[in-house]
T-cell receptor, first 111, second 115 residues
């Protein structure tokens, strides 16, 4: 099992550009989520999904879009990147009620 | 609403000292999960422990131990005989028992173990 994988590991964008952060898991987990980590603020939930076709907003959803067409994949889209979105992004998956397993993270810089 | 407070922003200890990381939480739920994660300098998040709210037994795993006290809404983490490899940021987190089980994180405690 590869666990939770994320691509890319690093990305630099210019303000206004769009991009998709990829997340995939091979553990057949129903639950997937995206967090951002900023210095001194811990991890904050952006969006989550409890199964294919079902997504919902977390604590800080503005500027991000998600979809869940398969159990395995949960991409995060930045529609128009802003410097405030400079952060480290983590994807996580779990069985419902189970322990979250986190991907290795994507470090994003928006200039 | 759920809230997790880790009041200690940074702690430094000398190798072989014991250290306790504090975690205080708030929730209206009567049942919930509590977690600790470790984030070493390499950046990944490593799961350490999950505890459900109706199991107040303390847990020990090697040099690690956890003290869960529902009466004071605390879930503290102690490292005995600390080692340099314990240097990391440690996060306490809380999740709902039902529904989406979203995780709410504290702001983390950076532990530095000095050789």
């Amino acid at each position: 099992n590869a666990g939770v994988t994320q691509t890319p590991k690093f990305q630099v964008l210019k303000t206004g550009q769009s991009m998709t952060l990829q997340c995939a898991q091979d553990m057949n987990h129903e639950y997937m989520s995206w967090y951002r980590q900023d210095p001194g603020m811990g991890l904050r939930l952006i969006h989550y999904s409890v199964g294919a076709g079902i997504t919902d907003q977390g604590e800080v959803p503005n500027g991000y879009n998600v979809s869940r067409s398969t159990t395995e994949d949960f991409p995060l889209r930045l529609l128009s990147a802003a410097p405030s979105q400079t952060s480290v992004y983590f994807c996580a998956s779990s069985l419902t009620g189970g322990t979250r397993f986190f991907g290795p993270g994507t470090r994003l810089t928006v200039l | 609403a759920q809230k997790v407070t880790q009041a200690q922003t940074e702690i430094s200890v000398v190798e072989k000292e014991d250290v306790t990381l504090d975690c205080v939480y708030e929730t209206r739920d009567t049942t919930y999960y509590l977690f600790w994660y470790k984030q070493p300098p390499s950046g990944e998040l490593v799961f350490l422990i999950r505890r459900n709210s109706f199991d107040e037994q303390n847990e020990i795993s090697g040099r690690y131990s956890w003290n869960f006290q529902k009466s004071t809404s605390s879930f503290n983490f102690t490292i005995t005989a600390s080692q340099v490899v314990d240097s990391a940021v440690y996060f306490c987190a809380l999740s709902e028992f039902r529904g989406a089980n979203n995780l709410f994180f504290g702001t983390g405690t950076r532990l530095t173990v000095i050789p």
